[in-house]
């Protein structure tokens, strides 16, 4: 079974804080997401990444930045965490071999700053 | 891009009761999924299903690609099966996945 793991699964913060979200895969997946969901606002794309050092911005990407140094961890960074970025954060991945996209879900991280 | 109609958005019923939840989109997809959200906020995987019919369990999907609508179906329901079913699509390869809004789902025991 795939399995997708986030480094916290609650986490408070206070403003202008640098936050680090960790989410590792452990199925060799190429492409890793980050989503952001709200409530009366669905899931909305933050970054994703396609490959190793590779990343491209999703709908939403103003206040934060993504790394990926290595094909099973993908990191989302908030440089000065703002009020407005309390959410549930999700990290998902995807294998694009076969032409088969099935995005598999990471147990999210509810974060609050305060 | 690719608009993601869900209905109903919520849906209350008697345990052991079937349900129907249903996706429209408004264009042509590669790529078609339905999660279960559960109370803990994990997505589930229930069905990737561009096209055709699947079943698992009391759960069963089907797509019609050419209509562009997907359809859930639950069997006897369970206290289990609340929380939010989500659809979802992509059309660009799996780089951009569109979510529904959802629908709420509540199982009275």
Known sequence: DVKVTQSSRYL???TGEKVFLECVQDMDHENMFWYRQDPGLGLRLIYFSYDVKMKEKG???EGYS???EKKERFSLILESASTNQTSMYLCASSSISDGNYEQYFGPGTRLTVT | GIQVEQ???DLILQ??????LRCNFSDSVNNLQWF???PWGQLINLF???SGTKQNGRLSATTVATERYSLLYISSSQTTDSGVYFCAVDDTGGFKTIFGAGTRLFVKA
């Open chain 2, 48 to 50: 990737y299903i561009p």
């Open chain 2, 36 to 38: 279960h959200q559960n």
């Open chain 2, 7 to 9: 209905s109903p958005p």
């Open chain 1, 66 to 68: 993504v790394s990926r």
């Open chain 1, 59 to 61: 709908d939403i990407p």
């Open chain 1, 12 to 14: 408070v913060k206070r």
């Open chain 2, 15 to 20: 345990e052991g009761a079937n349900s129907t």
